[in-house]
């Protein structure tokens, strides 16, 4: 599985921005697909999550309320549709596919990566 993140950018605090994650290989429908972040000097961290059909989704408390995350199985892409943007929610963001794994909330839950985008978010 190929993964390419896109859509970070500037925004202004209270602002929207939508990551799009497009994936190749058979096993994206079936494949645990997750966003997560990571801030410069701190760790990569869990942002939001969705299950291979889509009907289960899982949220960082950072996040919950905020973003949303969805998947369109045909076009083999996920998004994350973020608004209220936050000068902390400042970060390259990352998505994720999780074939083999089985921990949603974890770094080692996943087994593709993408390279990340970047959104930056001023106050």
């Known amino acids: 599985v190929q993964l390419q993140a896109s859509g970070g950018g500037l925004v202004q605090a209270g602002g929207s921005l939508r990551l799009s994650c497009a994936a190749s290989?058979?096993?994206?429908?079936?494949?645990?697909m997750a966003w997560f972040r990571q801030a410069p000097g701190e760790k990569r961290e869990f942002g939001a999550a969705?299950?291979?059909?889509?009907?289960?989704?899982y949220y960082a408390d950072s996040m919950k309320g905020r973003f949303t995350i969805s998947r369109d199985n045909a076009e083999n892409t996920v998004y994350l549709q973020m608004t209220s943007l936050k000068p902390e929610d400042t970060a390259v963001y990352y998505c994720?596919?999780?074939?083999?794994?089985?921990?949603?909330?974890?770094?080692?839950?996943?087994?593709?990566w993408g390279q990340g985008t970047l959104v930056t978010v001023s106050s």
């Open positions: 969705i299950s291979g059909s889509g009907g289960v989704t």
């Open positions: 994720a596919a999780g074939v083999v794994g089985s921990l949603v909330r974890s770094i080692d839950g996943y087994d593709y």
């Open positions: 290989g058979r096993t994206f429908s079936s494949s645990r």
